[in-house]
């Protein structure tokens, strides 16, 4: 084991549960530390279901492409802790990461804390202690709660499109869930909001007035699409021609816009040209990122291999229409190799991809005891009308995806097994 890795089952063990939402734990802990929160780069604060990381992708992109130093808070990681904190455009060093860890932890002194609390106050201590021209700050879930809500004055708030997702701690209609990832608006700051469902709009919208907030929301004050193989956006500032997202699907046309949006409406200081550069530059791993090397080399000639960790329904209907459309442009059988954890209904991930799939296979995610069995997936899998049988690894199923000539094979289901994948195939995001 790994020095980091003993410090972080050290803080797993502060606190009996995974998640217990609430920020009483963290704000004596933060006081104690001098309150970082109050010393960091201007802040760009992001909640929403799906398309946070994305984004935050952009931004980044767009930012560095104007020569702008910027950190970025996302998680989980995929295959090293590090991942989660990104200092001046670099991921954080592991001797750095190591002793703020063991700085915090000594602060802490053996008090209950999740260990998400007591890593992002980690973090916190980092930024403000890191010259950066931006932070770019990603929810870990819901808003009101989340562990980052302990910016008083960001200079932004995105809250891109809301879902149903951790309804078990966030609420069971996407109202409730809304009225969550509000909680990260704040009196004075900015907003920009992604295309809502009527519901979770209508939320939005009165804690925007409570606050004195008056956002602007797509499809309403920006517009962004596809226009003959061209990323056109429009905003009342006017239009912009630019290249396509550099990301994969017709999602992240969507994606991109709200990040153009936030741009502008924020008034970072980034022009046409650096949009156009961070749109061809932009990397986002683990969305719907083609992959090579060892476990693409498992699989035939002609075969495709594709990485998403999309978990939920909403980002299952993103990734089944980025493979309709695929498939309209170059004809081939897809086969889903997935895992899921025990949270996630298989049947409902599965329901947008019906009629498009020849077979899937599943897995369990190895080291994640709160899993689905590959059993399971499969039975609900075949419950749902689609012919699914289960696999014992990654290797095993790619082996059985390769019977299908010319497959075009998609691994989904949990960003937990797209980590692992990527760390079997030895490409770490960097």
Known sequence: MSRTDAILKRLAALHPKLIDLSLDRMLPLLETLG??????????????????????????????????SVHVYNSPHLVRFNERIRLGGKLVDTRRLNAVLERVEAVNAGRPITFFEVTTVAAMVLYAETPADYLLLETGMGGTYDTTNIVDHPLGVIITPVDLDHQSYLGNTIAEIAVNKAGILKRGSKAVIGLQQE???????????????????????????????????????????????????????????????????FGLPVDEAAMARGLRSVVWPARMMPLQGKLRDLLGPGAELWLDGGHNVHGATALAKAMAEMNR????????????????????????????????FTLGVPGEPNAHKADTIARQARAAGFAASPKRSIVSALQAAAQVSGARVLICGSLYLAGDVLAKNGTPPE
């Not at 970082?36 to 492409?65: C, M, W």
Request: without cysteine; glycine residues 10%.
């Open 35 to 68: 309150r970082p929160q109050d010393r960091l780069p201007p802040v760009i604060h992001v909640a929403g279901t799906n398309a946070k990381g994305s984004t935050i992708a952009y931004l980044r992109a767009f930012l560095e492409a104007a020569g702008k």
């Open 199 to 265: 519901e979770g709009r209508a939320v939005i919208e009165r804690a925007a007035h409570r606050l004195g907030v008056r956002p602007i929301w797509q499809g309403q004050d920006f517009h962004g699409s596809a226009q003959d193989g061209r990323l056109v956006y429009q905003d009342e500032d006017g239009l912009l021609d630019l290249p396509p997202p550099a990301l994969i699907g017709a999602h992240q046309f969507d994606n991109a816009a709200l990040a153009i949006a936030a741009t502008r409406h």
């Open 329 to 360: 442009a170059r004809p081939a059988p897809l086969v889903l190799i997935m895992g899921m954890m025990n949270t996630r209904n298989p049947a409902d991930f599965l329901a947008p991809f019906a009629g498009q799939v020849q077979a899937i």
